[in-house]
Structure formats: structure tokens, C-alpha cells
């Protein structure tokens, strides 16, 4: 039986993990839940957003299913004790540098896209961010100049061995899809960017059946709101990927369709929505459950190996939105458990 760390965190976390979880449940699979605090919710019990034993419960688990943190009313916190801190703890201390970000068009949705639905309607995209290292993870320090203005700085640095593995996940990835892959950096202006392309580029040998191309941020950015439909795969740093794929999700229709795996080098794993804890809407039944139970979907295809209920969760997520469910984020009227209750009805 597999083991599942549930970390719901704060806001609307609990409310997407618990829709994730009833869908879960209605499939009747060989999972034990064990829930553990995180983020906020941590620090109002334990006194750190990312207790000890909250750690060793994800580390025995056999993988992680993970809600949101963050809590306005920790903002006036130092930096290290912030709710955020505990999702990056859980991504350094469990090694899990590939974030995988799937963006893709639902049929019907095609309304509730930011772009024009002959736009909107070609988007089938995998971002592949990395997520150990980068500007979340460098060197931070305040201090002041030497006129006595305040100062800040978080490092932007990466080391060939972190580039090359993620690459390379970029690479095996696109070889499952289209053998398209796009490296987006800022080689014109920063060292670190010009590191990352020489290095994609020397992977890229072990995988002539891929096209690679180098793509800026700036333009990047640009082009997925022109014409996402020209991307398949996208490899990008920790930063730059996760502005991407807030605006990717918004060419799909909300942040709240959005799910993601992060893993490991063995495929162990940590699976969130995309979007953050949420306080404009948390406690109101807002929350648009999709990104979640998705997320529980690639948990089971990933780290559990069971692709026969992923596909099924898959499924009737498509079918309950394609048969018009939508919660407001997609302009319909549907509470977080009327969302899941469609779904429910479509896994059958
Ligand atoms: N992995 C994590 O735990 C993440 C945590 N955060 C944290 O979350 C807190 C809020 O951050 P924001 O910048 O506001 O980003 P956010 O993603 O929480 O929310 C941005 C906007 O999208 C909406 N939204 C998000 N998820 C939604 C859903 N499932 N259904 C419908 N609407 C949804 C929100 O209502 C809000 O208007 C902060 O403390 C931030 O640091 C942000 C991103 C990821
Ligand atoms: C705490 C943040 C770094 C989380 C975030 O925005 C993300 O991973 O998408
Ligand atoms: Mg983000």
C-alpha cells in the first residue's frame, strides 16, 4: 500500500487537497494518507513552517501531495521563517529539481482563455522548470552601500551538473512528445543564462532526434501569448519558469487548472497546483479544484506507476469541464465541491 504525505498548507490548499483526495478515494486504490502541518499552519502549531516532522513524514512517504503555503498574516516575518520557506525547504531537502508544468487546452474552455480561441485552442505545452537552484536558492544578504541606502541581493547561479540534469529531463521529455524543445534564458545579458545555453547545447548531442531551440525570457513570455501553439517543450531556470507557467495557464483558461510533478532523480516525487495559498478567496468554496485533483492525477501516473486511474482522473476532469462545469475563475458559478462533485459524476 503507498504511502501519501498529505500537506494541505493555508488558504485554499485544504480545499483543493480535500476535493483531490475525495477523487482519489472514489477510485478505491491500495493509498494510506497520512496528513502532517506545513507553511503557516505549521507555524501556528509548531513555531516553523517546515517542522521536522512534517520533513521525515515526506521523506518515508512514497509521495508527496502538497496544497499551497503562504498566509498574510505572516508577512512581517523574516524571510526564513515566511510560510513560502517550507514548500522551498521540501523541493531542496528532497532533491526534487525537476518541475514538470503541463499546460494544455481543454475542449470547450477555449472561452475562458486570455487569447483568441483559434489561438488558444492549439496549446499543448510541457514546462520544465528547474527548481533546486537559481535566484530562490543563491546567496541573499541585506546590507547597506557605502552611502548608507538600504540594499538587497539574492544570487543568480546554477553549476553545470544542475543545468545538465534538467536538460536532459527536457530532452527525455520532448523525445515522449513532439522532439521540440525551447531553452529559455537571458544569455544576451546574464553569465549564468550563457552557462546554461553552452551546457543544453552540449547535452543536446546525446539527442540529435530532437530540435532544440534558444528562446530569451522577454520574447518567450511574448511568443506564448502570439503564438503558443509553436511550443511543445519548454526547459527553463527556477525564476523564469515560474513566471512562465503563471502565464501559460492564463492562455488555458486559470491558474486553477494548472498541476505539477516535482521530482527526483529516482521519479519520487511532490505534486501541487501551480497556484499559491489563495487568500482572496480562501474559506468561500471559490477555488477551482481542478489544478489539484490533476495534480493527484500525475502523482499516481509518476511516482505510484498507476496510469490506468491518471487516465481515468484525466478524463473526467475533460469531460466535466468540456460538459460545461466551470467555478468562477472560468467565468461559470460552481463551488470548489459542486467543481469536484462534476468530476466525481464523470469518473462514473
Ligand atoms: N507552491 C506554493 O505554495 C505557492 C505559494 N504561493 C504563495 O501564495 C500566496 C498568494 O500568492 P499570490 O501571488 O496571490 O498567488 P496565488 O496563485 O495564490 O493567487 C493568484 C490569483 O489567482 C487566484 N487563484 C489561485 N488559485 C486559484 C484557484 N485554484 N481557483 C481560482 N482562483 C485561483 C487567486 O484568487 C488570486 O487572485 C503568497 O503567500 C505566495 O507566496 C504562491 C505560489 C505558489
Ligand atoms: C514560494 C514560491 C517560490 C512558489 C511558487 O511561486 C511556485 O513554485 O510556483
Ligand atoms: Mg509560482
Redesign the pocket.
Known sequence: MALIALLA?D???PE?TAAACTVLGALALDLRFEEAPV?GAAYRVAGHPLPPETLALAERADAVL???????AFDALERTMR??QA?LGLRKELGLFANLRPARMFAGLEDASALRPEIAGRIDLMIVRELTGDVYFGDKGRGLTRTGLREGHDLMRYDEVEVARIARTGFEIARTRSRRLTSVDKANVLETSQLWREVVNEVARDFRDVTLSHMYCDNAAMQLVRDPGQFDVIVTGNLFGDILS?QASMCVG???LLPSASLDSEGKGLF??????????AGQG????C??ILSAAMMLRTSLRMPEPAGRIEAAVAAAIAGGAR???LGGTLSTGAMTDAVLAALG
Open positions: 498548507g488558504g485554499i490548499g483543493v507553511g502538497f496544497g499551497a503555503v503562504g498566509d498574510p510560510p513560502e514548500i503563471d486559470s491558474i486553477g501541487e497546483p501551480i497556484h499559491g495559498s489563495a487568500p482572496d478567496i471559490k477555488a477551482n479544484p489544478a489539484a467555478t468562477a475563475d
